[in-house]
């Protein structure tokens, strides 16, 4: 079998050409020059160096990369009341510290390896298919894309619910007519999908002053509470002691807890948009898993510091419970309350747009894989946006809105939660199956130290699953559903020819291994040596 080198050295010769070798240097992935090879899954931005010559370079850093993680995450301590007045105030708080730790923070390191060494649009499904093949990684796609796109459903009627409280009452036809409700909720949708139609290299630079407005009515709470804060409240049981919940809750609790620190994975579906993978991923994905934390533990520890005992019980995220909006009054006033209120509008808003940018790459990776039709990898000419895929994600929400969706949070769970622990098991399996892959950045354990490492997810994934499935028998029925429409839909597309064919000369290429100008008449010889 021939080398990369060789192929590109060979199809230089035949076109009269010679193949341009760069050392592995960190630079060769930020700067590459107009004669280097080109990047079919790269958005670039053309530039120009002192010495004139014009470069082309990815549009996404750590602060974007962070930004897009955090709102796909969390986006505001939004239906997080719950945790400190159900299971208590020391509980609720250990298990919002526990769990990033145990969950966040090892799915982000797997992230930000094979992100390195696999820097694509597809993420996830690349690592998983390169692990195990076409059909586990169309499950990964299409599992985690299920998952993402009915959450997505949900922040238009969050957003209509708290707008509804400004600009009509209870009796008011806008909020009893069904079909216009509908129309409010589409409109908001096209309005949160157009900058993904328009914007990669501001996408970053918008979340991150929006994530200044949405956290800063918080930390004005923060400081409120400060005065007020008794930090032996911390220690005191719930109002009728422990446990303050029952079995059932507790499964409730722990799928909630989930669901909050679940999407660190998601910045992988955009790994070919991302300067510099090796160090983008690990700075940005650990600033996004700090801003998480932060956004829970601050309001709610301070809040608890400050409330009574008695208070505490009252709060909640469900119709007829005390939230942030309510929680704030006590402290700082109607204003105050206002302010949360604008700021969970932009906030969910900030959530649909990040779901969204993620859910359309990971939709054209799968295209431009060969999973999906190549009418899905279409990039819009001057933006270099996945409009195709984005329109398909936007059509998919527009028909699910009209849903109820209060009781998908088990659904999502187990799809979403099944995903993660299949990228985990990918990754170990790569450590021991391809031990000299190339992995700029590398968690620094061996083999079996990374194997101890994720038990601890791994385990608790299983028991995300097992409530997921145990939460109610809709929900049972509904994820065995989910399960066989993965697997049909893998045999009809490939019945209609669809075929997984990652080229990974290309993420090498982009990591400075090789750099050719123009690589594209040795496709079908690469693809018939390898």
């Not at 004005?220 to 059932?248: K, N, Q, T, W």
């Not at 295209?367 to 059509?395: D, S």
Request: net charge negative; charged share 15%; with cysteine.
């Amino acid at each position: 079998l021939k080398t990369e080198e060789e192929l590109v050295a060979n199809a230089m010769q035949e076109s009269g050409k010679k193949s341009v070798k760069t050392p592995l240097l960190p630079e060769a992935n930020e700067c590459l020059s107009e004669t280097n090879f080109m990047s079919p899954s790269s958005p670039w931005v053309m530039s120009k160096t002192e010495s004139g010559s014009i470069v082309k370079k990815r549009t996404l850093g750590v602060c974007a990369v962070a930004m897009i993680t955090y709102f796909n995450v969390c986006g505001g301590p939004w239906g997080s009341e719950n945790f400190v007045s159900e299971a208590g105030p020391l509980p609720g708080l250990v298990g919002l510290l526990l769990i990033p730790l145990l969950w966040g923070l090892p799915l982000s390191l797997v992230t930000a390896e094979l992100s390195s060494a696999f820097p694509d649009d597809g993420g996830y499904s690349i690592w998983v298919g390169e692990a195990f093949g076409e059909f586990w990684a169309f499950q990964e796609g299409f599992w985690s894309w299920g998952s993402g796109v009915i959450d997505n459903a949900l922040y238009p009627t969050l957003v209509f619910q708290i707008g509804a409280t400004f600009f009509a009452d209870g009796e008011s036809e806008l909020i009893t007519n069904e079909w216009y409700k509908y129309l409010v909720k589409v409109a908001l949708a096209t309005l949160f999908t157009l900058p993904n139609f328009f914007a990669v290299l501001y996408m970053g630079k918008y979340m991150k002053w929006m994530a200044v407005f949405v956290m800063a009515p918080f930390l004005v709470f923060a400081a409120m509470c400060i005065p007020h804060a008794v930090p032996s409240r911390l220690l005191e049981p719930p109002s009728g002691g422990y446990p303050a919940v029952s079995r059932d809750s507790w499964l409730q609790l722990v799928n909630v807890l989930y669901w909050n620190f679940s999407g660190f994975d998601c910045a992988s579906t955009f790994a070919g948009e991302v300067q510099q993978p090796w160090r983008t991923y690990p700075l940005g994905l650990l600033l996004a898993l700090l801003l998480t934390v932060s956004s829970y533990l601050l309001p709610l520890s301070l809040g608890v510091m400050a409330y009574t005992p008695e208070t505490i019980t009252t709060w909640g995220s469900d119709p007829g419970e005390c939230s942030f909006s309510c929680i704030v009054q006590g402290i700082g006033g109607e204003w105050l309350s206002l302010w949360i209120l604008i700021a969970g509008i932009a906030g969910n808003g900030c959530m649909f747009m990040a779901e969204m940018f993620e859910d359309s790459w990971q939709i054209f990776g799968l295209a431009e894989t060969g999973m999906l039709p190549r009418c899905l990898a279409y990039r819009h000419p001057r933006y270099k946006t996945p409009i195709n895929a984005v329109l398909f994600n936007f059509m998919c929400v527009v028909g699910l809105v009209y849903l109820d969706f209060s009781d998908n949070l088990a659904i999502n769970n187990f799809f979403s939660c099944g995903a993660a622990m299949l990228e985990i098991i990918a990754f170990l399996y790569l450590r021991v199956s391809r031990p000299s892959l190339k992995r700029p950045y590398r968690l620094p354990l061996g083999t079996f130290g990374s194997a101890v490492f994720m038990a601890v997810p791994l385990l608790l994934g299983f028991f995300v699953l097992f409530s997921g499935c145990m939460n109610s028998w809709l929900s049972f029925y509904t994820n065995m559903a989910g399960i066989a429409v993965g697997a049909v839909g893998y045999k009809i597309l490939r019945y209609c020819g669809m075929r997984y064919h990652y080229d990974p000369r290309r993420a090498r290429a982009l990591s400075g291994e090789v750099v050719a100008r123009n690589v594209s008449s040795i496709g079908s010889d690469y693809n018939s040596t390898t």
